[in-house]
């Protein structure tokens, strides 16, 4: 089994939601995948031994995910639970994960949950009102707009969560920490290297000259090739070229010419 590596707080995020949940505040996290958003909320719900029940919206999330669904076995009916409620009575923290692709019915099924009165009426099963338990802490994300099938947060859900995280990709040397924690060889100066053409994509697809921009995923994973003996003009090729082929030869060919610039013939 593969150990889990420990989260590196480098901007202090721990602190911001530590000081939401004593005082309650539902908190917002926005940043591009793979700036450590999902790792932050477990190593939080950690430190505070707390359950972490998990929903990670897509087109596909139907209100059912949340709520429940009424099932019927045997002749008697009986209600499963949804996420959103098992939740709100466990008193455990809610992890809602990029709720700006989810349909924005769903989204609003939510909203009543969140507001400060924090319980929901089950128009699905009994009609009963379910109120969150003391302890019930809510923790989301979302994506900038830049990425696709992402859609702009309703504003009344947004004011739900006051407090906001902003996580983009880390200093260069804080990367390399980051990507450290992964890793087991010393390959510090080659992994430098491959943060350095990490950065050169993020800002060529930033001002969209290029169609994608490698997250720590990348970062990482160009560290576990050299760990596994790839060179590291290979793995920069496999982990941060191809994917360009996507987008056709110019794009892939114009990354490919970087890769040699920087990682040699
Ligand atoms: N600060 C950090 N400390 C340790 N590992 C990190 C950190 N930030 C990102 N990572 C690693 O980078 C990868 C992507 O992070 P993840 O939390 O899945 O990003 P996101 O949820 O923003 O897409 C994971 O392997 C994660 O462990
Ligand atoms: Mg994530």
Redesign the pocket.
Known sequence: MVK???????NNSIQILNKAHQADLFVLII??????????V?DFAKSKNAKLESINFSLRTRESHLIGTKTLTNGTVSFEEGLLIKSMNEGSMLYL?EINSAEADVLLRLDEALDDRRQITLKESTGEIVKAKEGWFVIA?INPLTHSGTKELPPQLLSRFPVRIR?EY?PEDIELE?VK??VSGNHDSEIVQAIKLANILRQAAAVEELFYSP???ET?AFGKLLDGGMSPKESAKIVFGNVYTQWGNIEYQKVNDIITSMFGN
Do not use: F, N, Q, V
């Open positions: 889990e590596a420990s989260y590196l707080d480098w940043g591009p995948k793979g700036t450590g958003k999902t790792s932050l477990r994960d994300t996580l880390p980051i924690r992964h997250s720590l995923r990482i």
